[in-house]
């Protein structure tokens, strides 16, 4: 089956206007449009490092018990957490599974491994 949807958690956290710590999210596969669009932006056009922050706008589904995640709770991430999610947009829109490679530190025998977002350490 193919995977078009991811679910992470966030190293620090998103905390909202009451105060509510959100960690957990889903991110999906970005589109043509994800990409492309974002780039008639203003903000972009005046700052290209903004790209970055209209872009997870548009593929993190969901976060939280939040009902939508816009840009203002984009900007306001830990940049600890922004940098995971940075990461974690290159890695599972790559072709193929997110996967990282590894050896096996008792045979050395090399082999690959399924990235998994949800899991820390």
Known sequence: MFTTEYEF???KGYIDENGTLHTKGKMKLATAA????????????QNSSYLT????ARVITK???????????IEKLF????????DMYQRINEAGT????????????????????????
């Open 79 to 86: 940049t600890a957490d922004l940098a995971f999610l940075q």
């Open 63 to 73: 976060l939280g018990t939040l009902e939508h995640v816009s840009v203002n709770v």
């Open 98 to 121: 997110p996967k990282v490679h590894a050896v096996c530190p008792n045979c050395s025998k090399k082999f690959d491994v399924p990235i998994n977002f949800t899991q820390m350490g």
């Open 53 to 56: 922050i209209l872009i997870l």
């Open 9 to 11: 958690v966030l190293p």
């Open 34 to 45: 994800d990409e492309i669009l974002p780039l008639k932006d203003p903000r972009v056009q």
